[in-house]
């Protein structure tokens, strides 16, 4: 079983949008949980991380995560042809250890 | 800070060979981790090393193993290739201490092997 699933896309969005990327996970006791976004054949790059319920903004990423629903989202206002990208979301499992599941990522594709 | 450094960038090896990876993370930080990254499967944890002692692992076989030096720099080792192995290798690494799992990861540019 899938235990963090993202829809693969591609999300298309026109420049100046707002784009929103959803995840969802199936392990309740999880505690960390962090968005990637990843360019064509480069490694990924952290972009946010949230540790608690409710929203946190920087800058144009706002992550918002809601522990009850097992559901976390990524917005980007103002979406730029530069933002085009693969976005992975990744969440730590509980118990003191460090083994992170990614998801497989969404395909997000920003048009002028 | 130089970033996280994998090398080689690029392996083709051949069926029932085995094939050593290098990583050197950012320094100062001690705990490194590997993933694999496919198309089929995306991005999967496969150990991650602290203090030269192995801290964590993935659902992986045995002949996929790692080990960390003293200078933190760590190397993956798989034995007995087989075409599933062709993947993107990521090694990644955090400021981590004992005790604490500092979840922020630096990821390396991965090393692209391709088994024929």
């Known amino acids: 079983q899938k235990e963090v699933e993202q829809n693969s896309g591609p999300l298309s969005v026109p420049e100046g949008a707002i784009a929103s990327l959803n995840c969802t996970y199936s392990?309740?006791?999880?505690?960390?949980f962090f968005w990637y976004r990843q360019y064509s054949g480069k490694s990924p790059e952290l972009i946010m991380s949230?540790?608690?319920?409710g929203d946190k903004e920087d800058g144009r990423f706002t992550a918002q995560l809601n522990k009850a629903s097992q559901y976390v989202s990524l917005l980007i206002r103002d979406s730029q042809p530069s933002d085009s990208a693969t976005y992975l979301c990744?969440?730590?499992?509980?118990?003191?250890?460090?083994?992170?599941?990614f998801g497989r990522g969404t395909s997000l594709i920003v048009h002028p | 800070k130089a970033g996280v450094t994998q090398t080689p960038r690029y392996l083709i090896k051949t069926r029932g060979q085995q094939v050593t990876l290098s990583c050197s993370p950012i320094?100062?930080?001690?705990?490194v981790s590997w993933y694999q990254q496919t198309p089929g499967q995306g991005l999967q944890f496969l150990f991650e090393?602290?203090?030269?002692?192995?801290?964590n692992k993935g659902n992986f076989p045995g002949r996929f193993s790692g080990r960390q030096f003293s200078n933190s720099r760590s190397e993956m080792n798989v034995s007995t290739l087989e075409l599933g192995d062709s993947a993107l290798y990521l090694c990644?690494?955090?400021?981590?201490?004992?005790?604490?799992?500092?979840?922020?990861?630096?990821f390396g540019p991965g090393t692209r092997l391709t088994v024929l």
């Open positions: 990644a690494s955090t400021p981590s201490a004992w005790g604490e799992y500092t979840d922020t990861q630096y």
């Open positions: 090393y602290f203090s030269e002692t192995q801290r």
């Open positions: 990744a969440v730590n499992r509980s118990g003191g250890s460090y083994i992170p599941t």
């Open positions: 392990d309740r006791g999880s505690q960390s």
């Open positions: 949230i540790y608690s319920n």
């Open positions: 320094s100062g930080h001690r705990s």
